[in-house]
């Protein structure tokens, strides 16, 4: 089961590995041109025609490819398009590829439905012998939003007011994909053939509402769900245009120290890029001018004192009530006094928490067992080493296991995946586990990132990412799905900081391209 977010998702990034989506919805379309004919030739026991309702979408598109496949099986196809204005670029090309085929020599009629009245004048409206017609359903698919418009909902009720068998491509029009839900009327299909994965909706409605259940496999590679790509920027929240300032994010960074005053700075810039719209630093006296100067959009709390600690800890929960998401470590030292304090505030904060850098090295694994809104940013040593007990405890023998390039085979790379997974299961967290390529683990999922590039050895590009990180849990994204966002854009950030600057090229330049690649969605 796959909810239909996710199968946007995996769509999409199928192009990043190479394979386009009008391979997939020719690959989809033949798929229902071979189940349909399987149900023809198990249902009826002389030739049927075939009725095909398309809409603007990729869902209308599959019923142009199928139809296709269905004239070289020698069925008679008509196809009742209710958007004569295709949306879909991929859908587009099929529905021009069946203009094109004039004069007919195929047993392929057009008609294109502008209005309620087309339909009722249909001959599926009107003919005594719609009990010899295979209907297919491929109007909507996952696309749905509230209420049918009129010509789309007098098209569901034609469809179940026939007497022929009816077939829906991956979803039932009018049925909510993601739960299942009718909230106005619905296709009522004898089967419902879904494309890779069944989606969600489809599963909670059951036979009742979906009819019999046929999933087909289109050539969808298991990467396209397990590897980062520009489909995961889907995940992004659509900003209210009444929104007002911080509604969209207030972030809250702890850290700093006399010694660093660059990681929280960093960090920061990162959160505004990343579109978060208020970020509040906390951070002792010396390294708050520093910060003040690398950036007039901060807000910055001044605390007493060289290092952070105890004694900030009313100052510092004060500023936490007031804002959407807290950022710890970023520059503040390892000092005794300082690791006390983070290891209060991971206790005490119940907002969503991001742990990085120095107090990965400080705070205690079992205060944060059991917090959902947790993200951990550690590379592989920073893993092991706060995770030693848990691993200690599993007997896990922690050696060789690494994401990498020089560990493609697929089994090792299973093993390793299991170690991890088996890890992030003693929490209810999320793990972003930091190396060439970057692992993005908690209990249920896994994602693995291939973005990003060695110039991103230099210094505060972790802080980069901390910052992107908590800037998108400030803004309402669930943890896994900040993390895995941000690691993305972060390392695509750095791709494209090196294809303008080789090698030269620092952590705030990296910043400065977040914004427009978020933006490209």
Do not use: W
């Not at 979803?171 to 890779?196: Q, R």
């Amino acid at each position: 089961m796959i909810s239909p977010l996710d199968m946007k998702i995996t769509d999409i990034n199928c192009e990043c590995l190479g394979l386009s989506r009008l391979c997939l919805m020719e690959s989809a379309g033949k798929s229902l041109a071979e189940e349909v004919g399987k149900i023809a030739v198990y249902t009826f026991s002389k030739p049927v025609k075939v009725a095909i309702f398309t809409g603007s979408g990729g869902n209308g598109g599959d019923g142009f490819v199928a139809s296709r496949y269905l004239l070289n099986r020698g069925y008679e196809v008509d196809i009742y398009n209710l958007s004569p204005t295709v949306k879909d670029s991929n859908a587009k090309i099929n529905y021009e590829i069946l203009l094109n085929m004039e004069p007919r020599l195929s047993h392929l009629n057009i008609y294109n439905i502008d209005n309620v009245e087309d339909i009722e004048n249909s001959q599926i409206a009107n003919g005594d012998d719609s009990s010899e017609f295979i209907i297919i359903d491929a109007i909507l698919g996952t696309g749905i939003k509230g209420k049918l418009k009129p010509k789309v909902r007098r098209a569901v009720e034609v469809i179940n007011d026939s007497q022929g068998l009816k077939v829906s491509v991956d979803v039932p029009s009018g049925l909510n994909p993601e739960t299942g839900n009718v909230s106005d009327i619905a296709v009522k299909p004898d089967y419902t053939v879904s494309f890779h994965k069944i989606k969600s909706g489809v599963e909670i409605a059951g036979e009742e509402l979906a009819g019999g259940s046929v999933i087909c496999d289109i050539g969808i590679p298991i990467e396209a769900e397990y590897f980062t790509g520009y489909g995961d920027l889907l995940r992004l929240k659509n900003r209210s245009k009444y929104s007002h300032k911080g509604n969209n994010g207030k972030l809250l960074i702890v850290g700093g120290s006399k010694d660093y005053s660059g990681a929280p700075s960093i960090a920061g810039l990162s959160a505004i890029s990343g579109g978060a719209d208020l970020v509040y630093i906390a951070t002792p006296k010396p390294a708050a001018l520093p910060i003040k100067v690398a950036s007039p959009d901060f807000i910055v709390r001044e605390l007493e004192g060289d290092y952070l600690s105890l004694d900030h800890l009313d100052e510092i929960m004060g500023l936490v009530d007031t804002v959407d998401a807290v950022l710890i470590g970023p520059g503040a030292g390892r000092q005794a006094e300082t690791s006390k304090l983070f290891n209060v505030l991971a206790s005490k904060i119940k907002k969503p928490l991001i742990i990085d850098a120095d107090a990965l090295k400080e705070v205690d694994s079992n205060l944060i067992k059991n917090k959902e809104n947790l993200i951990l940013t550690p590379h592989l040593f920073e893993f092991k080493a706060f995770f030693d007990k848990i691993i200690k405890e599993l007997d896990i023998d922690f050696s060789k296991v690494k994401i990498s390039r020089d560990s493609g085979n697929y089994t090792k790379i299973d093993e390793n995946i299991t170690v991890f997974q088996r890890i992030a299961r003693e929490i209810k967290g999320t793990i972003i586990i930091k190396g060439e390529y970057d692992l993005i683990v908690n209990s249920k999922s896994f994602k693995i990132n291939k973005t990003g590039n060695p110039g991103m050895t230099v210094g505060g590009t972790g802080d980069a990412l901390a910052g992107l990180v908590a800037s998108l849990f400030s803004q309402g994204l669930c943890a896994f799905d900040a993390a895995v966002v941000a690691v993305y854009i972060n390392g695509r950030a750095g791709d494209v900081a090196y294809n303008k600057q080789g090698y030269g090229f620092s952590a705030t330049d990296l910043v400065s391209y977040i914004g427009s690649l978020l933006v490209s969605r």
